[in-house]
């Protein structure tokens, strides 16, 4: 009989415990039936960090809950810990250490925005458009964009080489590179006077002192006989949105530069020219390429249509979204959030589709005889001489002179 009684017992154990375990999956399978809340995160960390089968500490879990909530944001949004903070204040003050690439998402790849000028990535030949699909031999997408970040910046910080595989437009060919961290000082603007007396401007990126250096520039023009003026913008990844909106003012009498809109009151504005302006009556090209993105974009298309300029090259990246940094509680940090879209004068959303140029001419056509670009081969006036996009602004010029 006793054999018969844990025969039973066995049996309602088990059915007993099948039901729990089905009971468990259907409870699984609702949907949730409790909103969302701080005090629901503090519960469930907690209880993680007391029950979970390896130890995690409270401070891992938090950091697991902030890295998450940035992957429900956009590429551009991310959190920066005290180190990534400072880097960025030091990048717009013109100082970087790092492999000089600005990377983001298109078209679902991971893709270089541009190179800066004289850093690791430019001296290796990686040009705007290259699509990262190989990081230290591992695969990556778009949706490990994070994750790609995450290994450049390690390997930046501890002074570590990295290799990359890229593939390049209209080509099947996969370039393998080896970048080492280096001190990048990226001077914002160059110039000198071409043939004919027409000025050359190049802004490699919009830094805190970009618009006064610029200013500095032009007015050692002032007492010359200027024919005309080129703003060379290619591989501009952006920077400081004010520097492109004061740049904008000095080339234009009147008319909208750019307008921004967001959810919170200061994020919506609508930016003007106003009356003062240098050079009004030159004509003035601007030179683009798909490495132009962000605030380049605004100043381009803030030219263009307002008819201040003529746009060449190659449409622009397409990155219509403005960043602020907005330090949190604890001193140091900080928090990179998209807080605006912006829109052109006409009111044209380019994000994702980019700034056609007046005159578009695809960088393949004028490189075709070139894998990669010469690099400390020639000074920096013979580079421009031979540059057929820069040739063909100056022809423009005086066509139009």
Aim: aromatic share 6%; with cysteine.
């Amino acid at each position: 009989m006793a054999k018969y009684i844990r025969y039973f017992i066995c049996i309602a154990f088990g059915l007993t415990l099948g039901l729990s375990i089905t009971l468990s999956g259907k409870e699984n399978t609702r949907a949730p039936q409790t909103k969302a809340s701080y005090p629901l995160l503090m519960d469930i960390i907690s209880t993680v960090e007391t029950y979970y089968v390896d130890e995690v500490t409270q401070e891992e879990l938090i950091q697991a809950a902030i890295n998450g909530i940035f992957t429900q944001l956009d590429p551009y949004s991310a959190f920066l810990d005290q180190e990534a903070f400072s880097e960025i204040k030091d990048a717009n003050r013109g100082e970087y250490f790092g492999f000089g690439i600005e990377v983001a998402t298109e078209e679902d790849q991971v893709t270089i925005i541009s190179p800066f000028p004289h850093s690791p990535a430019a001296i290796a030949g990686i040009q705007p458009g290259d699509r990262i699909v190989k990081v230290n031999n591992k695969n990556v997408n778009a949706k490990r964009l994070d994750s790609v970040l995450k290994q450049i910046k390690f390997h930046s910080q501890n002074n570590l080489a990295i290799n990359l595989s890229l593939s390049r437009h209209n080509s099947n060919q996969i370039i393998d590179v080896t970048l080492k961290p280096s001190l990048i000082d990226v001077h914002s603007i160059s110039g000198e006077l071409l043939q004919g007396s027409i000025g050359y401007l190049k802004i490699s990126s919009f830094q805190d002192d970009t618009t006064a250096d610029l200013i500095k520039q032009l007015s050692q023009w002032q007492d010359k006989p200027i024919t005309g003026l080129i703003l060379d913008l290619r591989n501009n990844p952006g920077g400081l949105l004010d520097q492109a909106i004061k740049i904008a003012d000095l080339f234009l009498a009147k008319g909208r530069i750019v307008s921004t809109r967001g959810r919170f009151f200061d994020a919506n504005s609508d930016y003007f020219a106003s009356p003062q302006n240098m050079f009004a009556q030159l004509p003035l090209t601007v030179l683009i390429n798909k490495g132009s993105a962000s605030a380049s974009e605004v100043l381009a298309a803030a030219l263009q249509e307002n008819k201040r300029a003529t746009l060449i090259g190659e449409k622009s990246f397409g990155k219509g979204t403005v960043q602020s940094l907005i330090p949190t509680l604890i001193e140091g940090n900080a928090i990179k959030l998209t807080i605006a879209h912006y829109t052109t004068p006409k009111g044209r959303d380019i994000h994702s589709i980019g700034v056609e140029p007046d005159i578009n001419i695809e960088t393949e056509t004028i490189t075709a005889d070139e894998n990669m670009p010469i690099i400390n081969s020639l000074s920096p006036h013979d580079e421009i001489a031979k540059d057929k996009l820069v040739n063909l602004a100056i022809t423009w010029i005086k066509d139009h002179s």
